[in-house]
């Protein structure tokens, strides 16, 4: 895959400067030239916008049009040797700027101490974390069009800053795949005599792809938040609220099968990673679990496995099942080497019964879980230290998932008026004397984390930091 492999040198170019110049500037060239100018300059615009997810569209295009420049000039024939080296390091040093117009970065100031080589690996390594709520939204046909008719190159670099921006953690042969086959579609039925018929077949051809960035960039947002091991508990958590009727040892391998696709294929440019193995992972769930639940057998009747697996992944909770009190680890158990699978156990328990509790709770329990472990299992009296921690969770735990389950079900029952009108009536009831300028932000900063947290895939570092 040249185009991703050329994407990579240009994020990576920095970081393979301790195996020489040369190798990194004849690597460049070659990209530059196999690639051509446009597509390279294209290339460039996905990256940094990837990079610098908050930057703005001015920023990145200066950005661009330095490396484009650079690479346009000591790629040349005849060009001096030296000519990439010294013109990375001048692009360094205009990054160190005090008017640089260039991506704003904090720990830009802290590569700035730094000179030559050790200030290129710093500034290199600078990135923005990824937008929580992808923030591009697609315009209708017609505004598509006049946009495109207007100037064609200015839409296609503003579409391809927005979109990688906004799906930046989706696997990079994913992202260059779904904005190559967009900006295909538009020059395409925007020059068609009948280009709304044109847009809903070429809409219907890149469906597949299209589900399959937004998919796995929020897979893949997760994973990067969370880690392989937690994203495993995430899964089950998720598995659980649309299953409470199956097992913990049915569910738990599809878990582990699912955080290892994310491992090999979030930061992977081997072509079509994501798309053949998020196939095979879904042709498991269904093979293991359509027999159990009708839900599950109507997503998976369909021939497009990624297809089957997008249906999967949008299933709602189920209505909460009949079960057993959740038997509790014993301390034994906590502090044994099965410890963590003891505790994913539990969180599935939980799961299971309040199947409304947005994932982000549970996510934050299990993570208490972790910090209770490392606590107490290497302290002195490791089962006292347990019990404390056991009741305090016992007192708090109950009432917290019952508010957790009420607020996410009366969203999912109600339209968004009468939800935040229910709101208001209970706050109004928990707390009299609070002002009616107070409630409305109590009300406002609850009806935001329902309508954002609630839904399943929702992003996990914006709604574990407003649990």
């Given amino acids: 895959m040249r185009a991703a492999l050329a994407l990579l040198l240009l994020l990576a170019a920095a970081h393979a400067m ?41 920023e990145i295009s200066h950005l661009v049009r330095e490396i484009v420049s650079l690479a346009e000039t000591c790629c040349a024939e005849g060009a001096d ?36 080589l050790e200030q290129k690996l710093c500034l290199a390594a600078l990135r923005h974390p990824p937008q929580q709520l992808p923030r591009y939204l697609q315009p209708s046909n017609e505004e598509l069009c006049q946009a495109f008719k207007k100037d064609p190159k200015d839409f296609a670099d503003r579409f391809l800053y927005e979109y990688a921006s906004s799906y930046g953690q989706a696997p990079l042969p994913v992202l260059l795949g779904s904005t190559r086959t967009f900006l ?39 994973f990067a938040a969370y880690g392989k091991d937690k994203v495993t508990s ?23 099968d699912a955080a290892e696709v994310l491992a090999q294929c979030c930061d992977s440019v081997a072509e079509d990673c994501m798309q053949n193995k998020l196939s095979e992972h879904a042709a498991k769930a269904c093979g293991a679990l359509a027999s159990h639940d009708e839900r599950f057998a109507d997503c998976c009747k369909g021939k497009n496995l990624l297809q089957n697996y997008f249906c999967i992944s949008a299933l709602p909770p189920a209505p909460a099942a009949k079960l057993p009190e959740v038997a ?36 934050k329990l299990y993570d208490a879980s972790g910090k209770v472990r490392e606590e107490c299992c290497s302290a002195t009296e490791p089962s006292a230290c347990l019990d404390s921690k056991r009741q305090r969770v016992g007192e708090q735990l109950p009432p917290f998932l019952e508010k957790a389950a009420q607020l996410c ?12 009108k229910r709101l208001r009536e209970s706050l109004t ?39």
């Fill in 328 to 363: 509790k680890p014993t301390n034994e158990q906590l502090c044994g080497e099965e410890g963590v699978r003891h505790a994913k156990r539990y969180v599935f328990e939980l799961a299971r019964r309040h199947p409304s509790v947005p994932e982000a709770f549970f996510g």
């Fill in 429 to 467: 009831q928990t707390m009299p004397e609070a002002g009616a300028e107070l409630l409305g932000r109590l009300v406002e900063q609850q009806a935001d984390f329902a309508s954002t947290c609630c839904p399943p895939n929702s992003p996990p570092l914006y709604c574990s930091s407003k649990v």
């Fill in 81 to 116: 040797p030296s000519c990439y080296d010294a013109g990375s390091s001048a692009l360094s040093d205009k990054s160190c700027g005090e008017d640089s117009p260039f991506p704003f970065h904090p720990g830009t100031a802290g590569c700035c101490t730094h000179q030559g």
């Fill in 234 to 256: 995430s899964y089950l958590t998720s598995l659980a609220q649309k299953m409470p009727g199956v097992s913990f040892e049915d569910l738990f391998p599809l878990a582990e």
């Fill in 409 to 420: 079900m009366q969203h999912a029952q109600l339209n968004f008026l009468d939800f935040k």
């Fill in 18 to 58: 301790h195996r020489g110049k040369a190798y990194v500037r004849d690597k460049v060239c070659q990209e530059f030239k196999t690639l051509g100018k446009e597509n390279f300059r294209s290339l460039t615009i996905i990256a940094n916008s990837r990079k610098y997810s908050n930057a703005s569209f001015e």
């Fill in 184 to 222: 295909s579609m538009v020059s395409t039925c925007c020059i068609s005599p009948k280009p709304t018929a044109c847009f809903l077949k070429e809409k219907l051809e890149r469906k597949t792809l299209s589900l399959l960035t937004l998919m796995s960039n929020r897979a893949c947002s997760r």
